[in-house]
């Protein structure tokens, strides 16, 4: 398996001037997902019915910024969150958020280097 980056998260203050931003710079299509989560998803290519991208490369989203040092962050493609979580720390990182489902899509976690850059782990269904 390729680790390369499968997703980015956005946080944003006001979301919809950032959606605008982003809308208007890049032409990306940003929706807000059905959910109680403020959770928007950004369409940087386009997909299909079933969410699957049609062309290579990376879709995200964005969310509403709980904290103030919040901070863009990637997904990488893992085999197993269990085991890059447990090479993470044993290489000088720390988890910064356990293993947690998404429904119908896989698994994620957060974590941060040894220097304090965050990331996050994406295991796919």
Do not use: C
Not at 82 to 110: C, F, H, R
Request: no cysteine; net charge negative; charged share 20%.
């Amino acid at each position: 398996m390729d680790h390369t980056i499968v997703h980015f998260e956005i946080p944003a203050k006001d979301v919809e001037k950032l959606r605008h931003f982003y809308e208007q710079l890049f032409n990306w299509k940003i929706i807000e997902y059905p959910s109680p989560l403020d959770y928007w998803v950004i369409q940087t290519i386009p997909v299909n019915d079933n969410g699957t991208a049609q062309r290579p490369g990376v879709n995200g989203g964005m969310f509403r910024k709980q904290q103030p040092e919040a901070k863009p962050i990637n997904y990488f493609a893992v085999e197993s969150i269990n085991d890059y979580l447990a090479k993470t720390v044993k290489l000088g990182g720390k988890v910064i958020s356990p293993k947690q489902e998404v429904p119908n899509v896989g698994w994620i976690a957060a974590a941060e280097d040894p220097e304090g850059n965050q990331f996050a782990l994406f295991e796919h269904l």
